[in-house]
């Protein structure tokens, strides 16, 4: 246990055994950085390639919409 708490506190992973999209593994890893400083932001997040791709053919996520705003945005985002 004392060595899984080291590998994640040093951000030491991979994605072998999981089949994630290159795209899907970006975002997961620039969401779970070490340094608070370059993890993406809610906004950034919702930009990423992955989220605004979909399969179904939908139209991607309009991150202007009134109510996400108020819902996930810090005020530094808005």
Known sequence: MDQLH???KEGK???EDVILSHQAQDLIKKL???NHRKRLSA???LRHPWLQTSVDGNEAIDIDRADLGDIIFTD???
């Open 6 to 8: 080291t590998l994640i």
């Open 13 to 15: 992973y991979d994605f």
């Open 76 to 78: 530094k985002e808005k």
């Open 43 to 45: 906004k950034e997040t």
């Open 32 to 34: 779970i950085n070490v």
